[in-house]
């Protein structure tokens, strides 16, 4: 029983040691304070100015706050705590100090800010069409700035999961404009979206007769050759089209001797 009561009173001496060394390292965080008065500071500067005074090291982690920032420092023996909080005040940003390094970083979610992020974002079903309401199939969907992407079925029928209410859609087909869609809570349902044909995209559609038919330049087999017409009525008349046409067609050869 004595033996007992001796290790309970070891343990409660040594928490009370661990928990006194504790509050001790964090005073001793919060003790170092700062001295500086100037107007537009730049963060730059005021972070050397803090290592010189107080030995701690401030890092920026994935933020977009820069040190060329200005701030105007008022610090009369002011704890160290205070001037990061005033730092940070304006920028909504967070920060931890803790083995004489001060990190300032962007403020993590709580969970609730994560629940309800969680159920704003929606499944958005849509169709995409041309102009006359026919469906396209094959259309991309993107969401802007993001990675989610799909592609319209056969009837120009679309789903994209997990969009939030604001995003923006960027929906595209060869041939037509691209158009961008903001989502909101009364279209995520149903997104009708229509695109225009883009008529400079079209490309010209050169087509050939080869005497029985006429094709496509690039489903002819055969090689083609445009004559311009103007030249050949402003030559000397002559009754042999060959002749017309000696000159002007690349690698036609006319022989002009007569029959014997």
Same mark, same amino acid.
């Given at each position: 029983m004595n033996m007992y009561k001796k290790l309970t009173l070891i343990m409660k001496f040594t928490t009370l040691i661990l928990i006194? %060394?504790?509050?001790?390292?964090?005073?001793?965080? /919060?003790?170092?304070?700062?001295?500086?008065?100037?107007?537009?500071?730049?963060?730059?500067?005021?972070?050397?100015?803090?290592?010189?005074?107080?030995?701690?090291?401030?890092? /920026?982690?994935?933020?977009?706050?820069? %040190?060329?920032?200005?701030?105007?420092?008022?610090?009369?023996?002011?704890?160290?705590?205070?001037?990061?909080?005033?730092?940070?005040?304006?920028?909504?940003?967070?920060?931890?100090?803790?083995?004489?390094?001060?990190?300032?970083?962007?403020?993590?979610?709580? /969970? /609730?800010? %994560?629940?309800?992020?969680?159920?704003?974002?929606?499944?958005?079903?849509?169709?995409?069409?041309?102009?006359?309401?026919?469906?396209?199939?094959?259309?991309?969907?993107?969401?802007?700035?993001?990675n989610a992407s799909a592609y319209s079925n056969g009837k120009g029928e679309f789903k994209l999961p997990n969009?939030?209410?604001?995003?923006?859609?960027?929906?595209?087909y060869i041939g037509y404009l691209t158009r961008e869609v903001t989502i909101t809570d009364g279209n995520a349902d149903n997104l009708q979206v229509r695109l225009m044909t883009d008529v400079s995209s079209l490309a010209e559609v050169a087509v050939v007769s080869n005497g029985y038919q006429s094709l496509p330049r690039e489903r002819s087999a055969g090689s083609f050759t445009q004559v311009n017409m103007d030249v050949v009525a402003n030559r000397s008349i002559s009754m042999n089209v060959l002749q017309s046409l000696d000159g002007l067609v690349p690698g036609l050869v006319v022989n002009n001797a007569p029959n014997k």
């Amino acid at each position: 029983m004595n033996m007992y009561k001796k290790l309970t009173l070891i343990m409660k001496f040594t928490t009370l040691i661990l928990i006194a %060394s504790m509050m001790q390292v964090s005073a001793a965080g /919060f003790a170092q304070k700062l001295t500086l008065k100037q107007k537009g500071i730049t963060l730059g500067k005021l972070v050397v100015e803090i290592r010189k005074q107080t030995g701690y090291d401030v890092f /920026f982690e994935n933020t977009d706050l820069k %040190s060329s920032a200005r701030i105007n420092a008022d610090f009369n023996n002011t704890p160290l705590e205070q001037v990061i909080a005033k730092i940070v005040a304006p920028t909504g940003l967070s920060y931890t100090i803790s083995d004489k390094t001060v990190i300032i970083k962007a403020k993590e979610k709580g /969970f /609730f800010e %994560s629940v309800i992020n969680l159920f704003a974002a929606a499944e958005v079903t849509g169709k995409v069409l041309d102009s006359l309401g026919n469906p396209l199939p094959g259309a991309s969907i993107k969401v802007k700035g993001g990675n989610a992407s799909a592609y319209s079925n056969g009837k120009g029928e679309f789903k994209l999961p997990n969009v939030q209410s604001g995003a923006v859609l960027v929906i595209s087909y060869i041939g037509y404009l691209t158009r961008e869609v903001t989502i909101t809570d009364g279209n995520a349902d149903n997104l009708q979206v229509r695109l225009m044909t883009d008529v400079s995209s079209l490309a010209e559609v050169a087509v050939v007769s080869n005497g029985y038919q006429s094709l496509p330049r690039e489903r002819s087999a055969g090689s083609f050759t445009q004559v311009n017409m103007d030249v050949v009525a402003n030559r000397s008349i002559s009754m042999n089209v060959l002749q017309s046409l000696d000159g002007l067609v690349p690698g036609l050869v006319v022989n002009n001797a007569p029959n014997k």
